[in-house]
């Protein structure tokens, strides 16, 4: 997901009007990568502690470590937020949600899915009694979805024939470092990611570096053509089902790009990195 796609999302989870988010949002308009927008991020929330937005750029900077890989730094610090806010009738619902849904991002990218369900169960007891718990109910539902999302040191279980009519099987690529994409050529973030994806591959692909890409699209056709056109070299899952695809209701996916990168043990080793996070990532695997 961009900085700016992210940025609105996340105004939508809270309750800070956009005119007071005014500042925060300017500060981060020359970012073009979550790692440039990382110390810009940092920068705010430290100068400016009684800023009105300083709620939802607390929430930002901890979705921000996460992005970076560093989730246990992105959970600390949204914790803090969490813990400091007011709960019950009184307490500002909507900015919960936003920190709940980055700590949720965060433990299950360090495999702490305990932790997560904790999080949500605490998010519904903690605001029971506030007015609009049941609008909230279907966006906390969804956070509750991904805790079938896998995490660090999970194995998933992918096995399928590709557009190309070629069996893939995830096991049998044990050895090696695989990123598994759950993607779809509508996904603007995901089209956005996709230079980091093929610089990655062709810098490591001879090292032992494979991708295998999961698609959400409905028109194959659509998805070849766009494939050839990139030259995404890798196989490519594809049943037609958007968002009823089968792998992606397996594992949780409510937003894409998803992505799990599997290290030469065969289990997860890190989930959802951007641009040059997920560089670093895979020569670290390799080594």
């Given at each position: 997901?961009?900085?700016?796609?992210?940025?609105?999302?996340?105004?939508?989870?809270?309750?800070?009007?956009?005119?007071?988010?005014?500042?925060?949002?300017?500060?981060?308009?020359?970012?073009?990568?979550?790692?440039?927008?990382?110390?810009?991020?940092?920068?705010?929330?430290?100068?400016?502690?009684?800023?009105?937005?300083?709620?939802?750029?607390?929430?930002?900077?901890?979705?921000?470590?996460?992005?970076?890989?560093?989730?246990?730094?992105?959970?600390?610090?949204?914790?803090?937020?969490?813990?400091?806010?007011?709960?019950?009738?009184?307490?500002?619902?909507?900015?919960?949600?936003?920190?709940?849904?980055?700590?949720?991002?965060?433990?299950?990218a360090n495999g702490e899915k305990k932790k997560a369900e904790v999080i949500?169960?605490?998010?519904?007891?903690?605001?029971?009694?506030?007015?609009?718990?049941?609008?909230?109910?279907?966006?906390?539902?969804?956070?509750?979805?991904?805790?079938?999302?896998?995490?660090?040191?999970?194995?998933?279980?992918?096995?399928?024939?590709?557009?190309?009519?070629?069996?893939?099987?995830?096991?049998?690529l044990k050895g090696k470092v695989v990123l598994v994409d759950f993607w779809?050529?509508?996904?603007?973030?995901?089209?956005?990611?996709?230079?980091?994806?093929?610089?990655?591959?062709?810098?490591?692909?001879?090292?032992?570096f494979e991708v295998i890409g999961i698609s959400l699209d409905k028109e194959?056709?659509?998805?070849?053509?766009?494939?050839?056109?990139?030259?995404?070299?890798?196989?490519?899952?594809?049943?037609?089902?958007?968002?009823?695809?089968?792998?992606?209701?397996?594992?949780?996916?409510?937003?894409?790009?998803?992505?799990?990168?599997?290290?030469?043990?065969?289990?997860?080793?890190?989930?959802?990195?951007?641009?040059?996070?997920?560089?670093?990532?895979?020569?670290?695997?390799?080594?």
């Amino acid at each position: 997901m961009s900085i700016h796609r992210l940025l609105v999302a996340l105004l939508l989870l809270t309750s800070v009007s956009v005119c007071a988010a005014d500042d925060f949002k300017t500060v981060l308009k020359s970012a073009a990568s979550a790692k440039e927008a990382l110390p810009l991020a940092e920068k705010y929330v430290k100068e400016n502690p009684k800023a009105a937005d300083i709620d939802m750029a607390t929430v930002m900077l901890g979705r921000l470590y996460s992005m970076n890989g560093e989730p246990e730094k992105g959970a600390a610090l949204l914790e803090k937020s969490y813990n400091s806010m007011e709960k019950g009738a009184k307490g500002d619902l909507r900015n919960a949600v936003g920190a709940v849904h980055g700590l949720v991002t965060s433990y299950l990218a360090n495999g702490e899915k305990k932790k997560a369900e904790v999080i949500i169960k605490r998010l519904r007891d903690d605001f029971k009694d506030h007015s609009e718990m049941s609008q909230a109910a279907q966006t906390i539902d969804g956070l509750a979805g991904q805790l079938n999302k896998p995490g660090k040191g999970d194995v998933l279980e992918i096995s399928f024939t590709d557009t190309n009519d070629k069996k893939v099987d995830l096991a049998a690529l044990k050895g090696k470092v695989v990123l598994v994409d759950f993607w779809a050529t509508w996904c603007g973030p995901c089209v956005a990611e996709l230079p980091n994806v093929l610089k990655a591959y062709e810098t490591y692909h001879d090292k032992g570096f494979e991708v295998i890409g999961i698609s959400l699209d409905k028109e194959k056709q659509k998805l070849t053509d766009f494939v050839k056109e990139k030259k995404m070299a890798w196989p490519q899952y594809f049943d037609g089902k958007g968002w009823e695809n089968e792998l992606s209701r397996k594992y949780g996916i409510q937003s894409i790009p998803a992505t799990f990168l599997i290290g030469k043990d065969g289990k997860v080793a890190a989930s959802d990195l951007r641009g040059e996070a997920l560089e670093a990532k895979v020569a670290e695997l390799l080594k």
